[in-house]
């Protein structure tokens, strides 16, 4: 493959998950004119996010979405890398008609996947089998899935968000077993691409600094992932903790221009490195990623925040900064 740069990908009509994949808010048109954005400044690839309520209620008609979502960017020359599982945001998703999105906050209507009623049965865990089974099979051999993701920070608290509505502290250890089974599961369906599921938070640079449900996120990953919203030394720091694995590098989550993560200071030492690179969010929308994870506590409802945290693209398809997409295009363009 060539150096695989895109972003993590909702359209700006979607709040969340189950708003992007419902028959009744499935938008293909919008999704066609974003990924054409996106090919515009070389991005060829993206990370989206699945949910396990889509199946539930909707079964092969979700399925069939999802090939319409994969022939899409496959025309724009994107594909895809898939995300099973989330604990991130509300801890409580329903399938139905989704909020309206809170004014000013971010990501106020994304939700988690399965939600924390689930998570608090290990009985149920075992209903989740069908689901992970069902996409892979349907997908195992297709090149347009390069990787699939089978959870995104599974042991996040949402301290700051809806913390006392979820499992706290030992939400890793709750989601351990549920890992290793949606592994298992993925890998019974012997997809042709790799799995993966990416450390997040915390120190590791040794075996001994790892959380149990560290060590199994590496363990079962064929191609090791990471987040990593800190300036370019703290980048090359955590690639050097993770080069020890002698695996590929996919760096699924950076760039909050608050943090110093840019895409002039980052995407440099990815492409260095030859690390995968995936922004968070490509158009401002219904999901308000363009403000910053403090809205949470101080909602920006007065205006568009002074710097943008997340997206490249206004609504209307501009740039929200020229340069920026500028630089984008450039150093994507020299891909090889």
């Not at 012997?190 to 450390?199: C, D, F, R």
């Amino acid at each position: 493959m060539p150096w695989l740069v895109g972003c993590n990908y909702s359209p700006r009509t979607a709040i969340n998950q189950l708003e992007m994949w419902q028959a009744d808010s499935f938008d293909l048109a919008t999704i066609d004119e974003e990924l054409c954005w996106a090919a515009s400044i070389g991005m060829n690839s993206v990370r989206v996010f699945l949910h396990d309520l889509v199946w539930q209620a909707e079964g092969a008609a979700f399925l069939d979405r999802i090939d319409q979502f994969l022939a899409v960017a496959e025309r724009h020359g994107i594909g895809a890398m898939v995300v099973f599982f989330d604990s991130v945001w509300h801890p409580s998703p329903r399938a139905d008609r989704q909020s309206d999105a809170k004014p000013g906050v971010h990501n106020s209507g994304w939700v988690q996947s399965p939600g924390v009623d689930v998570l608090r049965e290990p009985a149920r865990f075992d209903l989740l089998e069908d689901y992970v089974v069902a996409v892979v099979s349907r997908f195992a051999a297709d090149a347009r899935v390069q990787v699939w993701d089978l959870w995104n920070e599974p042991d996040n608290p949402n301290t700051l968000s809806y913390g006392p509505f979820d499992l706290g502290d030992r939400k890793g250890e709750v989601i351990a077993p549920l890992l290793k089974k949606a592994f298992a599961w993925a890998r019974s369906a012997k997809p042709s691409q790799p799995l993966t599921s990416g450390v997040w938070l915390g120190d590791w640079s040794d075996a001994s600094t790892l959380k149990p449900h560290e060590q199994l996120q590496i363990e079962l990953s064929d191609v090791v992932s990471f987040h990593c919203y800190g300036k370019a030394d703290d980048m090359q720091s955590r690639i050097a903790q993770l080069k020890r694995f002698d695996r590929p590098l996919l760096c699924t989550e950076y760039m909050a221009r608050g943090t110093g993560s840019t895409f002039a200071s980052i995407l440099p030492v990815l492409k260095e490195n030859r690390v995968a690179a995936y922004s968070w969010g490509l158009v401002a929308g219904r999901t308000q990623t363009h403000v910053p994870w403090d809205s949470w506590q101080n909602a920006y409802v007065t205006g568009e925040p002074p710097l943008w945290f997340h997206e490249v693209f206004r609504a209307d398809g501009s740039a929200y900064r020229a340069d920026e997409v500028d630089f984008i295009r450039s150093i994507c363009l020299k891909n090889g």
